[in-house]
């Protein structure tokens, strides 16, 4: 039997696809080798950040419609489910370490105020040293108001309720003209295939031109801590530095993360560069003093090879369609990917 869709992977770019076939009237069948929210899309930061406002570009206008149009999608999902996905726009602190910093951050506020359209501002301000060190911030800090979180484990499962029951156990091992094989021999065929593997999809691309690959996974690892008692953080904004996130998540913890990693062994496990991070977090937040870690993680970021969202008819099969290339912004782009991918349907 030729099914109408076949959505090959449910993380966020897989719910999102399938949610936006659903509702354009498709009938849609989803699958995953382990479960919704199995891969990289159940990420304990859930950071929405924009890029830096100055030297605007086309990849940063798109990412910024997507962050500008990502709570109305989530309210009407949250209506729709009743499941709360924790979206809050909290705002970003970046400390500003250099006497150059300052008048920098104010020139990119300008920028912020023309780019961002009224959505989000940008200041400089004297953080709570409880919260960001003095030390750590000695000329203060940006404080990026376009910057918003997301419980991402909730936005899964509230994007899931929504696409519809998703089939687990069938891992992808071959895509060919006749539509999907999967490791246990199971054969699908679809009108449309939607190839949303997340960093496992690259597997199933043609090299480039340059013989390189189209993508690789980018291992991340990350942590959450329960915090000892102290003031309540939940309403305090992000914190970024040098690649070190903050976060507080909203259910009383904080994470931290993420590495960024090219060589690995495994994709799944942690190590003592997550607790070079955690250190690090302790260092720059007093509000992280005897904080507890609850729980350490790792997946792979699925990282195009320009660094941009994959989204496009698979070169050598008209039928399947991809949509992955998230990287560390995929759960900000991953509804503007769906309605890409579904509008190539
Ligand atoms: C440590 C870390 C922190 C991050 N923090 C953030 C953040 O704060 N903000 C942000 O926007 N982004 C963040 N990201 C990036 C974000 O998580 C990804 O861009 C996004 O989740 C990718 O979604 P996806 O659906 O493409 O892939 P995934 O979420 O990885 O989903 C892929 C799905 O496909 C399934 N699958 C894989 N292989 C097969 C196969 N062969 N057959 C069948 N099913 C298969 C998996 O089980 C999984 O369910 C982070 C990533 C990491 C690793």
Known sequence: MELDCLVIGAGVFGLSVARALKSAGRDVVIVDAVGAGAGASATPLGVLAP?????WNEKKQVQFEA?????????????????????RRCGRLIPLTRAHHDPLWRGRAADAEQNWQGFGNLSVVEPEAVWLSLDSAPFGAALCGLSA????????KALSASAGAI??????????????????G???????IFLTT?????????DEEDCTPAGRGEKGQAAVLRLADGPPVDAWPLIYKDRLYIVPRGDGHVAVGATSERDYTAEDTTDHQLDDLIARARSICPRLDGAEVIERWARLRPR????????????QL??????????KTGLAMAHTAAAKAVALA
Do not use: M, W
């Not at 979180?149 to 899964?156: D, E, L, V």
């Open 186 to 192: 199971t054969r699908l065929q679809a009108k449309r």
């Open 318 to 327: 008209d039928h399947v369609i991809v949509s992955t290339g998230g990287f």
């Open 149 to 156: 979180r997301i419980n991402a484990g909730r936005y899964c």
């Open 304 to 315: 195009a090879a320009n660094k941009r969202l994959l989204v496009c008819r698979h070169p």
């Open 67 to 87: 962050l500008r149009s990502l709570p109305d999608v989530i309210k009407a999902l949250e209506q729709e489910t009743g499941i709360d996905a924790g979206y």
């Open 198 to 206: 997340g960093a496992d999809a690259f597997r199933f691309l043609p």
């Open 167 to 184: 089939e687990t156990g069938f891992r992808l091992y071959r895509l060919d003209s006749e539509g999907a094989v999967f490791e246990d």
């Open 51 to 55: 890029h830096a406002p100055d030297r």
